[in-house]
Protein backbone atom coordinates (compact mmCIF):
# COMPACT_ATOMS: atom_id res chain seq x y z
CA UNK A 1 0.00 0.00 0.00
CA UNK A 2 3.03 2.29 0.70
CA UNK A 3 3.90 1.88 -2.98
CA UNK A 4 0.47 2.76 -3.87
CA UNK A 5 0.33 5.90 -1.88
CA UNK A 6 3.56 6.89 -3.37
CA UNK A 7 2.63 6.86 -7.37
CA UNK A 8 -0.88 7.64 -6.65
CA UNK A 9 0.02 10.88 -5.17
CA UNK A 10 2.07 11.74 -7.75
CA UNK A 11 -0.62 11.40 -10.10
CA UNK A 12 -2.55 14.14 -8.24
CA UNK A 13 -0.27 16.42 -8.13
CA UNK A 14 0.69 16.12 -12.01
CA UNK A 15 -3.32 16.21 -12.26
CA UNK A 16 -3.52 19.37 -10.15
CA UNK A 17 -0.75 21.10 -12.07
CA UNK A 18 -4.00 21.37 -14.93
CA UNK A 19 -6.27 22.87 -12.58
CA UNK A 20 -8.26 25.88 -15.19
CA UNK A 21 -7.11 24.02 -18.13
CA UNK A 22 -9.33 20.80 -18.59
CA UNK A 23 -12.81 22.59 -18.00
CA UNK A 24 -15.75 21.00 -18.23
CA UNK A 25 -13.18 17.39 -18.49
CA UNK A 26 -12.06 16.44 -14.82
CA UNK A 27 -8.28 16.64 -13.51
CA UNK A 28 -6.54 13.20 -14.02
CA UNK A 29 -3.39 12.10 -14.22
CA UNK A 30 -2.02 8.36 -14.55
CA UNK A 31 1.46 6.78 -13.41
CA UNK A 32 2.45 3.43 -15.25
CA UNK A 33 5.44 1.08 -13.31
CA UNK A 34 6.48 -1.84 -14.23
CA UNK A 35 9.32 -3.68 -11.67
CA UNK A 36 9.58 -0.48 -9.86
CA UNK A 37 10.63 1.67 -12.36
CA UNK A 38 8.17 4.32 -13.53
CA UNK A 39 7.66 4.12 -17.37
CA UNK A 40 5.03 6.35 -17.96
CA UNK A 41 3.53 9.41 -17.05
CA UNK A 42 0.56 11.11 -18.43
CA UNK A 43 -2.06 14.06 -17.53
CA UNK A 44 -5.15 14.95 -19.03
CA UNK A 45 -4.08 18.51 -20.78
CA UNK A 46 -6.94 19.54 -22.82
CA UNK A 47 -10.77 18.60 -23.32
CA UNK A 48 -10.86 16.90 -26.65
CA UNK A 49 -7.46 15.88 -26.18
CA UNK A 50 -6.39 12.34 -25.20
CA UNK A 51 -7.20 11.15 -21.64
CA UNK A 52 -4.06 10.65 -18.62
CA UNK A 53 -3.92 6.73 -19.21
CA UNK A 54 -3.52 7.14 -23.23
CA UNK A 55 -0.40 10.12 -22.51
CA UNK A 56 1.16 7.69 -20.09
CA UNK A 57 0.62 4.06 -21.91
CA UNK A 58 2.23 6.21 -24.92
CA UNK A 59 5.16 6.99 -22.96
CA UNK A 60 5.76 3.18 -21.56
CA UNK A 61 5.55 2.06 -24.77
CA UNK A 62 6.30 -2.31 -24.90
CA UNK A 63 7.27 -1.34 -21.53
CA UNK A 64 3.53 -1.12 -20.00
CA UNK A 65 2.79 -4.81 -20.71
CA UNK A 66 2.66 -6.42 -17.06
CA UNK A 67 2.77 -3.27 -14.92
CA UNK A 68 0.56 -1.41 -12.98
CA UNK A 69 -1.24 2.03 -14.15
CA UNK A 70 -2.11 4.33 -11.27
CA UNK A 71 -4.69 6.73 -12.27
CA UNK A 72 -6.90 9.34 -10.39
CA UNK A 73 -10.23 8.27 -11.84
CA UNK A 74 -11.73 5.11 -13.27
CA UNK A 75 -10.93 4.84 -16.86
CA UNK A 76 -13.51 6.08 -19.14
CA UNK A 77 -15.67 3.18 -20.92
CA UNK A 78 -17.39 5.11 -24.06
CA UNK A 79 -16.17 6.50 -27.10
CA UNK A 80 -16.53 10.38 -27.13
CA UNK A 81 -14.19 12.41 -28.76
CA UNK A 82 -11.40 10.08 -27.70
CA UNK A 83 -11.92 6.34 -27.73
CA UNK A 84 -11.81 4.51 -23.97
CA UNK A 85 -9.29 4.60 -22.00
CA UNK A 86 -10.40 1.15 -20.31
CA UNK A 87 -9.90 -0.42 -23.70
CA UNK A 88 -6.72 0.97 -24.23
CA UNK A 89 -5.60 0.15 -20.76
CA UNK A 90 -6.48 -3.43 -21.82
CA UNK A 91 -4.61 -3.67 -25.14
CA UNK A 92 -1.36 -2.01 -23.47
CA UNK A 93 -1.23 -5.39 -21.52
CA UNK A 94 -1.04 -4.34 -18.15
CA UNK A 95 -1.64 -6.32 -15.15
CA UNK A 96 -3.10 -4.38 -12.20
CA UNK A 97 -5.08 -0.78 -12.39
CA UNK A 98 -5.01 0.92 -9.23
CA UNK A 99 -7.98 3.37 -9.33
CA UNK A 100 -8.65 6.72 -6.82
CA UNK A 101 -12.18 6.97 -7.05
CA UNK A 102 -15.19 5.66 -9.52
CA UNK A 103 -16.48 7.95 -12.41
CA UNK A 104 -19.51 10.25 -10.42
CA UNK A 105 -21.50 10.12 -13.27
CA UNK A 106 -24.23 7.20 -12.01
CA UNK A 107 -24.46 6.48 -15.69
CA UNK A 108 -21.05 4.86 -16.50
CA UNK A 109 -19.43 4.42 -12.72
CA UNK A 110 -18.09 0.97 -12.63
CA UNK A 111 -17.76 0.40 -16.65
CA UNK A 112 -14.54 1.30 -16.82
CA UNK A 113 -13.75 -1.53 -14.16
CA UNK A 114 -15.57 -4.15 -15.55
CA UNK A 115 -13.90 -3.42 -18.50
CA UNK A 116 -10.66 -3.90 -16.74
CA UNK A 117 -11.86 -7.09 -14.52
CA UNK A 118 -13.12 -8.78 -17.31
CA UNK A 119 -10.01 -8.35 -18.91
CA UNK A 120 -7.95 -10.38 -16.04
CA UNK A 121 -6.90 -7.33 -14.94
CA UNK A 122 -6.52 -7.03 -11.08
CA UNK A 123 -8.27 -3.83 -9.82
CA UNK A 124 -7.68 -1.92 -6.84
CA UNK A 125 -9.62 1.42 -5.97
CA UNK A 126 -9.86 3.88 -3.33
CA UNK A 127 -6.27 4.85 -3.13
CA UNK A 128 -6.02 8.27 -2.01
CA UNK A 129 -9.89 8.50 -2.70
CA UNK A 130 -10.99 11.89 -0.96
CA UNK A 131 -7.75 13.36 -2.75
CA UNK A 132 -9.04 12.52 -5.83
CA UNK A 133 -12.61 13.78 -4.85
CA UNK A 134 -11.92 16.96 -3.36
CA UNK A 135 -9.80 17.74 -6.38
CA UNK A 136 -12.51 17.28 -8.91
CA UNK A 137 -15.41 19.16 -7.07
CA UNK A 138 -16.10 21.08 -9.83
CA UNK A 139 -16.24 18.31 -12.47
CA UNK A 140 -18.07 15.73 -9.91
CA UNK A 141 -20.92 18.37 -9.54
CA UNK A 142 -21.16 19.02 -13.08
CA UNK A 143 -21.30 15.78 -14.40
CA UNK A 144 -24.33 14.70 -12.02
CA UNK A 145 -26.33 17.96 -12.12
CA UNK A 146 -25.01 19.66 -15.12
CA UNK A 147 -24.99 22.94 -13.24
CA UNK A 148 -21.94 25.15 -12.67
CA UNK A 149 -19.76 24.52 -9.06
CA UNK A 150 -20.56 28.10 -7.61
CA UNK A 151 -17.53 29.57 -5.48
CA UNK A 152 -18.34 32.71 -3.84
CA UNK A 153 -15.01 35.10 -3.70
CA UNK A 154 -14.69 38.31 -1.12
CA UNK A 155 -12.73 40.60 0.27
CA UNK A 156 -13.15 42.04 3.44
CA UNK A 157 -12.16 43.66 6.33
CA UNK A 158 -12.06 42.21 9.83
CA UNK A 159 -15.45 44.29 10.54
CA UNK A 160 -16.92 42.69 7.23
CA UNK A 161 -16.56 45.61 5.09
CA UNK A 162 -15.93 45.66 1.05
CA UNK A 163 -15.79 49.27 0.66
CA UNK A 164 -15.87 52.92 2.74
CA UNK A 165 -19.38 54.58 3.61
CA UNK A 166 -17.77 56.48 0.34
CA UNK A 167 -17.32 53.24 -2.03
CA UNK A 168 -13.76 53.39 -1.63
CA UNK A 169 -12.34 49.73 -1.86
CA UNK A 170 -9.13 50.38 -3.39
CA UNK A 171 -7.31 48.15 -1.90
CA UNK A 172 -8.58 46.48 1.36
CA UNK A 173 -6.51 42.67 0.62
CA UNK A 174 -2.68 42.85 0.08
CA UNK A 175 -0.71 42.78 -3.50
CA UNK A 176 -0.42 38.55 -2.28
CA UNK A 177 -4.35 38.26 -2.29
CA UNK A 178 -4.57 40.10 -4.86
CA UNK A 179 -2.40 37.63 -7.04
CA UNK A 180 -4.20 34.34 -5.39
CA UNK A 181 -7.70 35.80 -6.75
CA UNK A 182 -6.35 35.90 -10.20
CA UNK A 183 -5.15 32.28 -9.77
CA UNK A 184 -8.77 31.59 -8.83
CA UNK A 185 -10.23 33.56 -11.74
CA UNK A 186 -7.81 31.19 -13.94
CA UNK A 187 -8.87 28.32 -12.50
CA UNK A 188 -13.01 29.05 -12.99
CA UNK A 189 -14.74 29.07 -16.93
CA UNK A 190 -16.59 32.45 -15.37
CA UNK A 191 -16.91 35.49 -13.30
CA UNK A 192 -19.88 36.81 -12.37
CA UNK A 193 -20.62 40.38 -10.87
CA UNK A 194 -24.14 42.81 -10.82
CA UNK A 195 -24.25 45.90 -12.87
CA UNK A 196 -23.34 47.94 -9.99
CA UNK A 197 -19.75 46.63 -10.16
CA UNK A 198 -18.97 47.65 -13.79
CA UNK A 199 -21.07 51.22 -12.65
CA UNK A 200 -18.75 51.75 -10.04
CA UNK A 201 -15.86 50.32 -10.57
CA UNK A 202 -15.42 49.50 -14.15
CA UNK A 203 -13.24 46.26 -13.71
CA UNK A 204 -11.76 44.46 -16.90
CA UNK A 205 -12.82 41.20 -14.80
CA UNK A 206 -9.77 39.38 -16.54
CA UNK A 207 -6.85 36.95 -15.83
CA UNK A 208 -3.61 39.02 -14.75
CA UNK A 209 -1.22 36.30 -14.90
CA UNK A 210 1.35 35.12 -17.41
CA UNK A 211 -0.32 32.37 -19.87
CA UNK A 212 -3.70 32.38 -17.86
CA UNK A 213 -7.26 32.90 -19.34
CA UNK A 214 -9.90 34.86 -18.81
CA UNK A 215 -13.20 33.67 -18.07
CA UNK A 216 -16.58 34.65 -19.76
CA UNK A 217 -17.68 37.56 -17.52
CA UNK A 218 -21.07 36.84 -16.52
CA UNK A 219 -23.44 40.47 -15.75
CA UNK A 220 -26.06 39.98 -13.63
CA UNK A 221 -28.46 43.25 -15.01
CA UNK A 222 -31.89 43.52 -14.46
CA UNK A 223 -32.58 46.92 -16.64
CA UNK A 224 -29.82 46.90 -19.08
CA UNK A 225 -28.60 49.49 -17.57
CA UNK A 226 -24.80 49.02 -18.15
CA UNK A 227 -22.94 51.43 -19.77
CA UNK A 228 -21.81 51.41 -23.45
CA UNK A 229 -18.22 52.64 -22.69
CA UNK A 230 -17.67 49.93 -19.66
CA UNK A 231 -14.52 47.50 -19.99
CA UNK A 232 -16.69 44.93 -19.93
CA UNK A 233 -18.85 46.08 -23.35
CA UNK A 234 -15.63 47.36 -25.14
CA UNK A 235 -12.68 45.83 -24.60
CA UNK A 236 -12.92 42.45 -26.25
CA UNK A 237 -10.89 40.87 -23.38
CA UNK A 238 -12.94 37.81 -22.99
CA UNK A 239 -16.85 36.95 -23.73
CA UNK A 240 -18.83 39.37 -21.85
CA UNK A 241 -22.75 37.88 -21.17
CA UNK A 242 -25.45 39.66 -19.61
CA UNK A 243 -28.78 38.39 -17.52
CA UNK A 244 -31.28 40.57 -17.23
CA UNK A 245 -35.02 40.02 -15.33
CA UNK A 246 -38.13 39.71 -17.83
CA UNK A 247 -39.38 43.01 -18.66
CA UNK A 248 -35.58 44.13 -20.21
CA UNK A 249 -35.00 47.21 -22.58
CA UNK A 250 -35.47 45.81 -26.00
CA UNK A 251 -33.77 48.73 -26.99
CA UNK A 252 -30.99 48.56 -25.21
CA UNK A 253 -30.78 44.74 -25.74
CA UNK A 254 -30.52 45.45 -29.40
CA UNK A 255 -27.68 47.88 -29.09
CA UNK A 256 -25.54 45.65 -26.51
CA UNK A 257 -25.90 42.51 -29.27
CA UNK A 258 -24.75 44.73 -32.19
CA UNK A 259 -21.51 45.12 -29.76
CA UNK A 260 -21.25 41.10 -29.37
CA UNK A 261 -22.57 40.99 -26.00
CA UNK A 262 -24.73 37.85 -25.44
CA UNK A 263 -27.98 38.70 -23.12
CA UNK A 264 -29.87 35.92 -21.35
CA UNK A 265 -33.10 37.08 -20.15
CA UNK A 266 -34.51 35.36 -16.75
CA UNK A 267 -37.76 34.73 -15.13
CA UNK A 268 -37.28 37.38 -12.51
CA UNK A 269 -39.90 40.67 -12.74
CA UNK A 270 -37.73 43.21 -11.30
CA UNK A 271 -34.27 41.07 -10.50
CA UNK A 272 -32.57 38.10 -12.66
CA UNK A 273 -33.72 35.17 -11.13
CA UNK A 274 -30.34 33.46 -9.71
CA UNK A 275 -31.43 29.88 -10.36
CA UNK A 276 -31.94 30.96 -14.05
CA UNK A 277 -29.00 31.83 -14.00
CA UNK A 278 -26.99 28.91 -12.86
CA UNK A 279 -29.11 26.40 -15.14
CA UNK A 280 -28.48 28.50 -17.88
CA UNK A 281 -24.62 28.34 -17.65
CA UNK A 282 -24.63 24.67 -17.18
CA UNK A 283 -26.87 24.20 -20.37
CA UNK A 284 -24.04 26.78 -22.01
CA UNK A 285 -21.39 24.07 -20.40
CA UNK A 286 -19.96 26.20 -18.17
CA UNK A 287 -18.54 24.22 -14.99
CA UNK A 288 -17.12 26.55 -12.75
CA UNK A 289 -18.11 29.85 -11.34
CA UNK A 290 -16.39 32.32 -9.01
CA UNK A 291 -18.61 34.99 -7.49
CA UNK A 292 -17.16 38.19 -7.07
CA UNK A 293 -20.29 40.20 -6.77
CA UNK A 294 -21.63 42.62 -3.81
CA UNK A 295 -23.49 41.90 -0.96
CA UNK A 296 -26.80 41.74 -2.82
CA UNK A 297 -25.38 39.35 -5.29
CA UNK A 298 -24.17 37.06 -3.03
CA UNK A 299 -27.14 37.41 -0.56
CA UNK A 300 -29.04 36.19 -3.86
CA UNK A 301 -27.19 33.36 -4.43
CA UNK A 302 -26.86 32.19 -0.51
CA UNK A 303 -30.38 32.39 -0.25
CA UNK A 304 -31.01 30.09 -2.56
CA UNK A 305 -28.82 27.56 -2.10
CA UNK A 306 -26.50 28.10 -4.73
CA UNK A 307 -23.22 29.00 -4.18
CA UNK A 308 -21.08 25.47 -3.07
CA UNK A 309 -17.90 27.19 -1.68
CA UNK A 310 -16.94 30.07 -0.12
CA UNK A 311 -13.44 31.88 -0.24
CA UNK A 312 -12.98 35.01 1.79
CA UNK A 313 -9.77 37.34 2.48
CA UNK A 314 -9.98 38.63 5.28
CA UNK A 315 -7.33 41.76 5.82
CA UNK A 316 -6.33 43.00 9.33
CA UNK A 317 -8.18 46.41 8.87
CA UNK A 318 -11.02 48.02 10.56
CA UNK A 319 -13.48 50.63 8.57
CA UNK A 320 -16.59 50.68 10.67
CA UNK A 321 -19.32 52.87 9.57
CA UNK A 322 -23.03 51.52 9.11
CA UNK A 323 -23.74 52.61 5.79
CA UNK A 324 -20.18 50.79 4.62
CA UNK A 325 -21.38 48.07 2.78
CA UNK A 326 -20.31 44.66 3.61
CA UNK A 327 -20.05 41.46 1.33
CA UNK A 328 -23.15 39.42 2.21
CA UNK A 329 -26.53 41.60 2.91
CA UNK A 330 -29.93 40.52 1.80
CA UNK A 331 -32.39 40.18 4.48
CA UNK A 332 -30.38 37.72 6.43
CA UNK A 333 -31.58 34.87 9.03
CA UNK A 334 -34.08 35.45 11.90
CA UNK A 335 -32.37 33.15 14.14
CA UNK A 336 -28.66 32.17 15.24
CA UNK A 337 -29.36 28.94 14.99
CA UNK A 338 -30.46 29.12 10.89
CA UNK A 339 -27.27 30.65 10.01
CA UNK A 340 -25.27 28.95 7.61
CA UNK A 341 -22.36 26.98 8.90
CA UNK A 342 -19.00 26.35 6.44
CA UNK A 343 -18.43 23.14 6.56
CA UNK A 344 -14.46 21.85 5.82
CA UNK A 345 -13.05 24.89 6.81
CA UNK A 346 -9.48 25.78 5.65
CA UNK A 347 -7.21 28.75 6.79
CA UNK A 348 -4.50 29.79 4.84
CA UNK A 349 -2.50 33.43 5.52
CA UNK A 350 -1.51 35.07 2.52
CA UNK A 351 0.45 38.06 2.69
CA UNK A 352 -0.91 40.15 5.86
CA UNK A 353 -4.42 38.79 5.06
CA UNK A 354 -6.17 35.47 6.08
CA UNK A 355 -7.99 33.53 3.84
CA UNK A 356 -10.85 31.54 4.84
CA UNK A 357 -12.37 28.54 2.59
CA UNK A 358 -15.42 26.56 3.27
CA UNK A 359 -18.23 24.65 2.09
CA UNK A 360 -22.28 25.97 2.90
CA UNK A 361 -23.88 23.57 5.13
CA UNK A 362 -27.42 24.39 4.17
CA UNK A 363 -29.91 23.74 6.92
CA UNK A 364 -33.21 21.69 5.17
CA UNK A 365 -36.95 22.46 5.96
Known amino acids: MTNHLFYMKLAIENARAMKGQTDPNPLVGSVIVNENRIVGIGTHLKAGEPHAE ?105 DGKIATHTADSKWIT ?12 NEHMAILVGVNTVIEDDPELTTRIPNGRNPIRVILDSTLRIPLDSKVVT ?25 GISIYPTSGIKHVDPNDVVRILGEK ?20 QLVDKVEIYFAPKLVGGSQAPTFLEGVGVELMRDAVDLENLQVTQIGKDIKFTGYPKYKTN
Open 54 to 158: IHAIRMAGDKARGGTIYVTLEPCSHFGRTGPCAVAIVEAGIKTAVIATLDPNPVVAGNGVKILEDAGIEVVIGVMEEESRKMNEVFNKFIVEQKPFMTMKAGSTL
Open 174 to 185: SEEARSDVHMLR
Open 235 to 259: DEQAPTWIFTANKYDQKAKRILEER
Open 285 to 304: LVSSVLIEGGGTIHAAFLEN
